[in-house]
């Protein structure tokens, strides 16, 4: 099993009937768990690699009525490599 996170952000709250067919999604096969953040907009989503892909997750959500607005990136922009490498000033 390899555990894969995706995270979405999305525009309009859920109405009740989609926040019933998301709760559905959970019944999928390699789907483990589903996160709401209703302050940030987000809905994180953990799921088995082996029995699903990123793109089938995207479109379950849609077709249960999520307004996904954008897929957030799970990493964090490098630092650059000059702070990375500065030499510290030598000791006096």
Known sequence: MTQLD???RYGTP????AALAIARI???YG?????????EKTLLVEYDAT???EPAI???????GLDVVEKLPMVTAPQP??????APAPAK
Request: proline share 3%; charged share 30%.
């Open 58 to 64: 995207h479109q379950l959500l849609r077709r249960a």
């Open 6 to 8: 995706v995270q979405y």
């Open 14 to 17: 859920p109405t009740e009937a």
């Open 51 to 53: 029995r699903l892909n």
């Open 26 to 28: 959970r019944e999928v």
């Open 31 to 39: 789907v483990r768990h589903l996160s709401f953040d209703e302050t």
């Open 81 to 86: 490599v000059e702070a990375l490498t500065a």
